[in-house]
């Protein structure tokens, strides 16, 4: 497995968003640095390039190629794009760090695994999923808990309920969500899918239930999903419609067992005692920050990474499961 000894230059494809975090976490890590920005959009790329300490911006990225060496690239780019991007990333030599889901679908994951070049020198690929490398679930992680009996996970939001100028949240944030087909599965639950994988092993998925109640969407607003994580067995429910919540998403994971643990959006309980507290605002961040940090590290060590792009199309046959568990038939009546 190539082992990178230098210091990494990196290109940024995608400029939404979600953007300003990874340039945010570029800044912030040991062994790389963010060299341009590539987006169809000028002003929005402009405005992540500010960010970033005026770094050049480019259309694309075979236009930012043609102008500067690269050792990896960041994509942030639609989801209907990875493919493509990654094959041309990995085409031309360079690593790749992909925003989730890798894919549109675990069909779409398998040809790309097929066509990517697998020798010990060939580029990397890994998934940004940064829910796993949030510091509740890290700290927990760390607890190395034993005798785990059950899990209940709840992520809550207000995003899909008419706000007080009759605006919906989640849509005035990130508008292409009225547009997916499979909005809360494919889009939000994927990241804890993902960290109870992380945090309690191989998942399995038992039955789930699927439901819209929000007329300006196309996909599902409400799931419950029943599951084994490594052989404990949980619940995972995500609901944004919910009276009263947050318009951004809360976690709630309760763990029942020797030791019953509590983590409620940025605080950790152990054993009925508050253990720990992090600043909602700095720890968002930090697990961004984390995530990329881990892609540099491995490519330094030539270890393996956390979630590679065999661990994206696994974690796409388990969303698919779930959507055919529940029989999901998207909506095409939306106002």
Known sequence: MAIVTSDL?????????????????????EGA???????????????????????????????????????????????????????????????VLCQKPLVASAHEGNALLAALPNTPSSP???VHENWRWRSPYQALKALHLEDIKSFEMRVESAGLLE????????????????????????????????????????????????????????????????????????TLTGDFCVEGARPLPTDILRVSGRIDVLIDGWSLTVGGQPTQQWAAETAYQDGYTATIQHF??????????????????????????????????????VR
């Open 9 to 29: 230059r990196i290109g940024l494809v995608g400029a939404g968003m979600v953007a300003e975090h990874h340039v945010k976490a570029w800044q912030a890590c």
């Open 33 to 95: 640095r963010l060299v341009a920005i590539a987006d169809p959009n000028k002003q929005r790329a402009g405005t992540r390039a500010k960010q970033a300490g005026k770094l050049p911006t480019f259309t694309d990225l075979q236009d930012m190629v043609s102008h500067l060496d690269l050792d990896a690239v960041d994509i942030v780019a639609p989801v209907g794009l990875h493919a493509a991007l990654i094959k041309q990333a990995a085409d031309l030599g360079m690593h």
């Open 124 to 126: 990397r690929v890994m």
């Open 163 to 234: 706000d007080a100028s009759g605006n919906y949240p989640a849509l005035e944030r990130q508008p292409f969500f009225a547009d997916l087909n499979r909005f809360l599965v494919f889009e939000v639950l994927i990241h804890h899918l993902d960290t109870l994988a992380f945090l309690f092993g191989p998942l399995s998925i038992k039955s789930a239930e699927l439901s819209r109640r929000c007329p300006d969407i196309q996909g599902e607003d409400y799931a419950r999903i029943d599951l084994m994580a490594g052989g404990v067995k949980g």
């Open 296 to 333: 540099v590290d491995a490519l330094g060590s030539g270890k393996p990474f956390a979630t590679s792009a065999a661990t994206g199309v696994e974690l796409l046959r388990i969303v698919e499961r779930i959507y055919s568990l529940a029989d999901w038939q998207p909506q095409s009546d």
